[in-house]
Structures are given as C-alpha cells and as structure tokens.
C-alpha cells in the first residue's frame, strides 16, 4: 500500500479506508489503554489512536514512549472524530518507529532568540511551514503575471565592484586580491539588459548592512525587480500594481487555508486586488504627517513611524511619488518641471506594514548622470560601464524592486519579516 498524505484523508469519502502515513510526532498523550498521538505531515495534521486492546503489546509499547518529533509510519482505518484537530481520525491497527526522538529542544513558550538559535528545528513548525508555502505562492504568482505579460528573466551577477544603493549599507567581500561587494540590487545590470531584451525582471537576493535592528529590515532578503525600456515613470506605476493585485488575487485563492490558519484577516487584501492603487506625492504625504501632529519637515525622508501612520489613512496599497532628490538615489531622474524632486515612487503596503516597492525613471542624460556619480562621492571610473548606456542609444527607462519578505510578511500579516525568510540574517545574527 502506497503512502497518502494527511489532507488527502481529512474527508468523509475517506472515512472506513485504510490507510498508511508517514510523519513526526506533533503531539503525544498517553491517557490510560490508549495513546493519541498528533501526527504531521507537509500537508497538515492528523490525530491517530493507539489502542492497546488493538494493537501488539510491542507497538503500543513503542507509541507510549514516542517523544515530540519522533518520525514514524502508521497504518490504520480513517473515522469521523469531531473532537480530533481537524475532525478526523487514524484508528491504527500498525505502527513502526523510523526515528525515536527524546526531547526535542522546543516545547512551547520559548523566547524568540531560543527559537532563531534553534531556526533549523524550529522551522518544522506549523506556522512557518505556513508561511513558507505562502511564499511560494507569491512566487509562483509573481512568475506567472511576468511570463504571461511578455518579460524575460535574467540572471544578473552578485558580486559586484560598485554601489547601486548607497555605500553605507554595502557588504564587502575578498574578491582575489581585490575588494567587491554583494550586491544591493540588480537594477544597474537590469539597466545594462534592456537594451537588448527591453522588459526585463530578475529575483535575486540582496544584500544590506543594516545597522538597526527593526521589524522590516533584513541584511539578506530576495529581490524582484523589473526595467523596461520605453517606460515611464506613470507605465512602471501601473505595472507594479498590477503584479501586486495578481499576487494578492492568486494567494487569496490559492492559499485558503494558510490565511485561515494564520488567522489572516482578509478583507483588505480582497480590496487589494483592484487597481488602480491611490497616489499622493510626498508634499502631500508631508502635509498629512503634519496634521496628524508628527514632526516632520519637507525634506525628511520617512521612517517606519511616519509610513505607519500614512497608511491609515488607505485600504489597499497605495503610492508616494516626486521625492525630495537629496533624499532619493543617484540614478533617479528629476522632474522636468520641478528639479528639487525626483520621479520616484514607493508603494507603501497598508494596515501599517508601508514601503514593499521602490522605483523610478531613471537619468538618461549622461553629463547629468555623471554629475549625480560624482556628488555621490563615488568615484565615476567604477560606473563608467554603466554611464556608457548613456552614450550608446541612450533611452527613456524605468524600473522597480520589490522586496519579496516585506510583500508576504504583509500578505501573511507578520508581526516580524525574520518569519517571512526561513534563516534571517541581521545584526547579530548568522546562525544556523
Ligand atoms: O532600496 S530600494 O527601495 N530600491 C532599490 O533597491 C532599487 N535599486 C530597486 C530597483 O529599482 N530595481 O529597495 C527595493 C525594495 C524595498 O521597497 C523593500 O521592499 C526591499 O527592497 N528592501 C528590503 N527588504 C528587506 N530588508 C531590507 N533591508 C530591505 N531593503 C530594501
């Protein structure tokens, strides 16, 4: 007999078949001539009872010693149990041990740096396991929405020689008997890409030396990110909202049970899934901050805090576009009617999470461009690869990231992105 999973026998046309699963020990009782014994499995959890007048002595001599996580096979005729998690049951006639396990580190109430100290064990859990599948859904939807609209993937590199966001949060490598660095995006490459393939996107991981600690930042976190050639500002707005509302839609239906056991209220992802997304600039946004009594001034670049209490005021994911240019990266274009802001957008997730995307037009003039490399304080030998696009049939162009952690940590509405990566790395963190 074949082995099934544990959701294909949680339903009434099951009841009265034997069956055969395989699984860990999620949790164990042993409660006079019985033992019950949760199994679980990638697919869900199931109580199974060990009756000793049922079984062999040595069988139900083995399931009474089970510990947590121990990994067994069981064999047994599946019944309606409306007390059991799930409402089922698994009366077992066999049982065999794979694997006897005695105290598993993890038994409830442990504190957070216990379980990322024991992430490796700690990752079997359901929630996570949740999260994880969440996660590939998001992936496999955000997959899907770029095949079918025309954008070719490409694999750009991540050991880079040059800063794209800023070298405060740049990671430094030995490269040879050179210094480089991991990469922080792979925007400038994306650049590099279109001129051949005009719609490009990559999902890579990135790298940031973070310093603080916070909900929402991680020094490693996979990277969306899309440039196309001929596209405004205005055409990359739409496109990313697009592929956040086909996201959320594809999650909504393919992840039911996931949200439901997440206990994921869902009616503000329901909305989200319509576009368009409302836009204010930061001059707005600035002017709200103030009403609200936060002391913030035009030229601030906005913190967890201030995104926080922007995103009150929305119920679906929304736009902050024109920032201040000093506060925004070297490559983004300023506006033509307004130079002291530049043609930029964020798109700032709601229900408090905020900024999930980050994009622009970008600088196409190479003086300008080569300006903006040298006020940055870098050195412009090291971009001359990337100021030369600017030289040879330079072109309107824009692009986005999406950070794939803060998309599901809202999605799956986490308190914290370490649950949104299966090993996080922060500050202080590398272990497992
Ligand atoms: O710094 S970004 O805002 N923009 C870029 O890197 C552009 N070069 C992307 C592009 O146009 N191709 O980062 C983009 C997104 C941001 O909105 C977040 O969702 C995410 O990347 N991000 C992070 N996620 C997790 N942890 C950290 N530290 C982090 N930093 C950015």
């Given at each position: 007999m074949e082995y099934t999973s544990i959701d294909s026998v949680l339903?009434?046309?099951?009841?009265g078949k034997k069956v055969r699963l395989r699984g860990w020990v999620y949790r164990h009782r042993v409660i006079g001539g019985k033992v019950f014994v949760v199994l679980r499995d990638s697919t869900g959890i199931i109580q199974c009872v060990v009756d000793s007048s049922k079984v062999p002595q040595q069988v139900f001599d083995d399931a009474s010693k089970l510990g947590l996580e121990s990994s067994i096979l069981v064999e047994g005729v599946v019944c309606r149990e409306p007390r059991a998690p799930g409402g089922y049951e698994l009366h077992v006639s066999d049982l065999s041990v794979v694997h006897f396990t005695r105290d598993f580190p993890i038994k409830g109430g442990e504190g957070v740096e216990y379980l990322l100290d024991n992430r490796h064990l700690w990752i079997r859990s359901r929630k996570l396991t949740t999260v994880m599948k969440i996660k590939h859904r998001v992936l496999e939807a955000a997959r899907e929405w770029l095949l079918d609209n025309g954008w070719w993937e490409v694999t750009p590199p991540i050991l880079t020689a040059s800063a794209c966001e800023g070298g405060a949060t740049l990671f430094e490598v030995k490269y040879f008997d050179k210094k480089a660095y991991l990469s922080q995006s792979a925007q400038l490459y994306l650049e590099v890409l279109i001129y051949g393939l005009e719609k490009v996107w990559s999902l890579t991981p990135s790298f940031r030396a973070e310093m603080s600690r916070t909900r929402r930042h991680l020094a490693e976190y996979w990277h969306l990110e899309l440039e196309a050639a001929w596209y405004s500002m205005e055409d990359m707005m739409k496109v990313s909202e697009e592929l956040v509302a086909y996201i959320v839609d594809r999650v909504l239906e393919r992840c039911r049970r996931e949200l439901e056991f997440l206990k994921r209220d869902t009616s503000i992802l329901e909305k989200s899934t319509k576009t368009p997304y409302p836009r204010i600039t930061y001059d707005e946004a600035v002017k709200r901050l103030k009403e609200k009594g936060l002391s913030v001034e035009w030229g601030d670049d906005f913190g967890a805090d201030e995104e926080r209490v922007l995103t009150m005021d929305f119920d679906k994911p929304f736009f902050i576009t024109h920032f201040p240019r000093h506060i925004k990266s070297f490559y983004m274009k300023p506006d033509p009617g307004r130079p002291d802001v530049v043609l930029g957008f964020d798109m700032l997730a709601p229900e408090g999470y905020g900024e999930i995307i980050g994009g622009s037009e970008r600088e196409v003039d190479y003086d300008k461009l080569y300006q903006r490399v040298v006020e940055e304080g870098y050195d412009p030998s090291d971009y001359k690869w990337y100021l030369d696009l600017r030289r040879y049939g330079s072109v309107p162009h824009s692009g986005f990231g999406l950070g794939i952690e803060r998309l599901v940590m809202w999605i799956a509405g986490l308190?914290?992105?370490?649950?949104?990566?299966p090993f996080p790395r922060f500050r202080g963190r590398i272990y497992p």
């Open positions: 339903s009434d046309e099951m009841i308190d914290h992105i370490r649950d949104a990566i």
